[in-house]
């Protein structure tokens, strides 16, 4: 696989690439024809993962620290649902959940799935993208929740044509996750117990907390690799810097 060169970078940067505009690819969707998809699933915690620099962003260290946390295998059986949605069955451990998603792989019903991609809307809603081209998806801060509420974005920009071994149509689409704190008196009470001063625009601005990418093979209708990196920290008031956590989803075999 090519080499990600956004893990060298600063991540307020990838908040502003520039859009180059090329060749319109079409075929971003998931195929929801009957199939059993195994993934291997690899989650690793790194430890002083990115430093900060003077102007305030994070710039990615390509070898951190690593403490390993889990490898696991899940069986996915992909079928039709109703309204165009697809049903995948997923297996871990002989134990057995649904979850529907649409063709962008967003959920289409509710899931209780976790560790797992699905649920990100990384393909174009259209299932077309050109060179450079950005999407969004939010993610609203619950209505009911205690404490100071978060939103988040999640911005996806597609890189065209990533061949790799075993898959040589696939694509890429980077992963670029922003959080912000919505201002009201749970979170200025949180603050004022924690810092000085009238200052929350750090907290109430987009930060980013979360840096991915996705290989897609249109061929296959199905990622061939996922990968994100995450500090869950940035979700709270006292965020550790260095903190990540990296999950990696692999497809090992596709079988129709």
Known sequence: MRPKFWLT??????????????????GLKLDFSRKRVTLEV?????????RVLPDGSIKMKTKPDTAHVSNWRAEVHVSRGKRKTGLLRITVDERSTEVRVASDNRLAGPSRIGGLPF???????????????I????????ADAPGPRIAATFRYTFDGSAPTEGCPDCVEIRIVGLRRFLPDQSLAGMLAGIFSGDDDEYFTTNQVFAVGAVLFSPK???????????????LTPAPVPGMMRRVVVETLEVTR
Do not use: K
């Not at 690899?42 to 990115?50: C, G, N, P, R």
């Not at 393909?123 to 077309?128: K, S």
């Open 42 to 50: 690899a989650v690793e915690d790194l430890q002083d993962a990115y």
């Open 9 to 26: 970078m600063p991540l307020t940067f990838l908040t502003a690439i520039p859009i180059c505009r090329g060749e319109t690819m079409d």
């Open 220 to 234: 296959q209708g199905f990622f061939q690799r996922f990968e994100m990196h995450m500090n869950a920290s940035m």
């Open 119 to 133: 649920g990100y809307a990384f393909l174009p809603p259209n299932g077309t993208a050109t060179d450079g081209q």
């Open 135 to 142: 999407w969004e998806e939010e993610f609203p801060a619950p």
